[in-house]
């Protein structure tokens, strides 16, 4: 490194033409400035400069020397300018879980915005039915849905969903329309049984200003949320799920949203990433298109979801929610 330090006081020294102007530039000495150029010379065996006590002179060993090291501190210049723009565009590989339903109606259809802004970005998408509550090993970040437990996790809410009940057209006209939650009873209510504790879930309904959980038997049980909405569609029953897997159904006449009165929130929608001290440009405009994506929730029909969840700052901290 001191040899480093004494080629660009050379260098300085042979461009300002003088030891005390050399020193004024780099803010040092000029003793200070002799004495790395006496050590550059000792250590090269060379002498580099001709000194007189009016001016001095670059020596023809001493030119060579500084046209080889003009162009070694160029090449340093570029690679610094290279690295430092490196640390500034996003670019590199991104690998991103998520939820598959949610992932392939949601997000997928949206990803050719974010490929043009940010071509360099590579992104691969990890989609499971199952999204475990912490980071898995190798995932940059994730889109996660319900309760997240680790505390070491920046978390971003990008949404809120709430659930909806509905059944087929040809159902309701065989069955008639359950206009209370009561009136399910005479149904078949098709019931979701969730991956990660083998449960049945509770159909949720507003009663007032509270919640009501309501223990279903279930005609069919399924632990498939895209499933569940399929079997609704058939005319198999009533299902109650997330609303972004049911409303392509419900806006083509698929399906028909029964107990609108009743509809209560289901659980949050969040990206988290592990805390870093520095975040990755490439992290982070991905972390910023789907704040965006989700400002307004792409499921939620226009003027429909001014009660929804707008994003949050970015905190290490658990979101209580509930997964579908």
Known sequence: MDSLHGIFVFLRVAEAGTLSSA????????????????????????RLLNRTTRRLSVTAEGADFYARCKQ???????????????????????RVSMPSALGRM?????????????????????????VPFSMEAGIDVSVQVGELQDSRLVVHPLASTRYVVCAS??????????????ELTGHACLTYRRPRNGRIREWRFKSGGAMRHV????????NSG?????AAAAGLG??????????????????????????TEGYDISVVFRQQKRVAPKLRVF?????ELFKAPPWVKPGAGSARKRVARAQPHAVRGEEL
């Open 23 to 46: 020193a004024r530039a780099l803010g040092v000495s000029t003793s200070a400035v002799s004495a790395a150029l006496a050590r550059l010379e000792r250590r090269l065996s060379v």
């Open 72 to 94: 070694i501190t160029a090449d340093l210049e570029e690679a610094e300018l290279m690295a430092g723009r490196a640390g500034r565009v996003p670019s590199g590989r991104l």
């Open 106 to 130: 949601w997000i997928v259809p949206h990803l050719p915005q974010f490929v043009r802004d940010y071509p360099a970005v590579s992104l691969e998408i990890v989609c499971s039915d199952f």
């Open 169 to 182: 057209p040809a159902y309701l006209k065989e069955r008639g329309t359950p206009r209370t939650p009561e």
């Open 215 to 222: 223990a279903m038997n279930g005609f069919m049980t399924f």
């Open 226 to 230: 895209e499933a569940l909405v399929a």
């Open 238 to 263: 009533v299902a109650q799920v997330a609303e972004y897997y049911a409303q392509p159904r419900l806006k083509s006449g698929k399906l028909i949203e029964i107990l609108a009165d009743y509809k």
């Open 287 to 291: 972390v910023d298109f789907l704040v």
